[in-house]
């Protein structure tokens, strides 16, 4: 070959040399960019899924707590609402009992009851010897009535006799004092078979005490509706 | 034969271009899976962003409505309360003459 001819050949194998990297260059950056979208694209969607259950999570946790707060306001203003109804009907008790001690206070009623009251507890106790305990300042009243009680219950029972011990040593306590402290009996009496065991409590408190209870279900039905226990 | 050399120069000249050429394509294309790795960071970052704000906006809404929601219950509660209390007043007279009704009849 000539020189024209090696130095023809030579520039077709430098431009075929030239071509073919570039060539292989370009696929390079084809591939280039084909990785680059697919790893951009598996990193966005991997983390975002993350965040996504991340924040659905905390919104749920969110939602939870909000109800729960509802429902501990809820239970405390229902409660405090029971709360209220209860106190209320114990102050009618209350007012109840305060006015127990006047019931004494009228002599001849008092008297009368003294005297039905007695019946009522010889009655219960049927025991043909009891032991009677009242209030000190009481304690006329008692033996005033005490053979009218005493005939009363014979009659009614069907019995012989009744002996009845008037307790002048231990007393109920007296009414109360302006402070309603300490200890106190608004009147009635208590009787027990004489050898102490069954007791008839027929003291007006005592009765107050059984008669709340009874009618605690139909004062709460007035008041209160059909709510309530 | 210095022509022959000369010819042989130019095509190690054009093979070391060509390594060139393709070294810095490879460069680029690991620069630019470098890049895919920041692009796709500062993606999620705005998307975290994004979902922070909203969860902030609801976690300042629903504080703001459970607070009503509560002094709604409050208030409510209180008037319950007062209808209770009136209710009482009223009654309780009736009520407290009827124990003592009850207390004071014995049935012999």
Known sequence: ?????????????????????????????????????????????????????????????????????????????????????????????NAAEQQLATISESHHEYRVLLKELIVQALLRLKESSVLL?????????????????????????????????????????????????????????????????????NTLDARLGVVFKQKLPEIRRRLFGGSGA | MEKGQGGIQMLLAAEQEAQQIIAAA?????????????????????????????????????SGDSGSRVQRLEVETQEKIENLKEEASKVSPEVVELLLKYVTSVKN
């Open chain 1, 1 to 93: 070959m000539n020189d024209a001819e090696i130095s023809k050949q030579v520039q077709q194998m430098v431009r075929f040399i030239k071509q073919e990297a570039e060539e292989k260059a370009n696929e390079i950056a084809v591939s280039a960019e084909e990785e680059f979208n697919i790893e951009k694209l598996q990193i966005v969607e991997a983390e975002k899924r993350k965040i996504k259950q991340e924040y659905e999570r905390k919104e749920k946790q969110l939602d939870i707590r909000k109800r729960i707060d509802y429902s501990m306001q809820l239970n405390a203003s229902r409660l405090k609402v029971l709360q209220t109804q209860d106190d209320l009907v114990q102050g009618m008790k």
């Open chain 1, 133 to 201: 305990r009242c209030r000190e300042s009481d304690v006329d009243l008692v033996f005033n009535v005490l053979d009218d009680a005493k005939n009363e219950y014979i009659e009614k029972a069907g019995v012989e006799h009744v002996q009845i011990h008037v307790d002048n040593h231990k007393f109920l306590p007296p009414g109360p004092d302006s402070e309603g402290h300490g200890q106190f009996c608004s009147g009635g009496v208590v009787l027990a078979s004489k050898d102490g065991r069954i007791v008839c409590e």
């Open chain 2, 26 to 62: 490879r460069a680029a294309k690991s620069a630019r899976l470098k890049q895919a790795k920041e692009e796709a960071e500062k993606e999620v970052a705005e998307y975290r962003a994004q979902r922070e704000a909203e969860f902030k906006k609801k976690l300042s809404e629903s």
